[in-house]
């Protein structure tokens, strides 16, 4: 009996000290700890929509601005997900009588980013928005809102400063759909971990 227990433990010590080895040559990747950011974004808006003016004497400025902020969590890997809450102006149109409309949203989206590479982020939001038109003239103000649906698509860069904060900037195309708004953005973009777990 001691002898086939002998027999058994010399064959199997190679198996044993093979499986040290191959234990030793494993390195453990730590795991990537959970974080939650917060980025506030703003920058220059051109309106695409199509439409054509019907008055010879109406101007029509396309170029206006939009302000952000967002929170977004991101689990360890490259998707992140989170909301973001704005304020945009699409246009203005005026006419030589001093009278002036301005349309603007106030808009809520669920995001969702994905770091594609070092760097560049890829984004999707959906969600909805309070579309408000403004007009102004004779003493007078009129302002009519309707909600609406809306999505966009970015691309963006950012640059880290520090651990926790990091600056850069993203390109856009929002869409909305209830009055057919389009735009297309070019925004700053400052990023800041708020923490992580």
């Known amino acids: 009996m001691k002898q086939t227990l002998l027999v058994i433990a010399v064959l199997c010590a190679p198996l044993v000290m093979q499986a040290q080895d191959a234990e030793a040559d494993v390195q453990v990747i730590p795991a990537q700890p959970y ?10 808006v051109r309106d695409v929509s199509a439409f054509e003016d019907t008055q010879n004497d109406l101007s029509v400025n396309r170029d206006q601005f939009s302000i952000a902020a967002r929170a977004l969590w991101r689990p360890g890997h490259l998707l992140a997900g989170g909301l973001e809450f704005g304020y945009m102006n699409f246009y203005s149109v005026s006419n030589n009588n001093g009278g002036k409309a301005v349309r603007s949203a106030i808009p809520l ?7 594609a590479w070092d760097r560049v982020d890829f984004g999707l939001g959906y969600g909805v928005g309070l579309l408000s038109s403004t007009i102004t003239g004779a003493n007078e103000t009129i302002t009519s809102s309707t909600v609406s649906t809306s999505f966009f698509f970015s691309a963006g860069y950012h640059h880290p400063i520090t651990d926790e904060l990091s600056i850069g900037g993203e390109a856009r195309y929002t869409s909305f759909d209830k009055l057919d708004d389009r735009t297309m953005a070019i925004s700053a973009v400052i990023a800041y971990r708020l923490f992580e777990y």
Request: net charge neutral.
């Open 35 to 44: 974080a939650v950011s917060g980025q506030l974004i703003g920058g220059y």
């Open 109 to 115: 989206y669920l995001v969702f980013s994905m770091t």
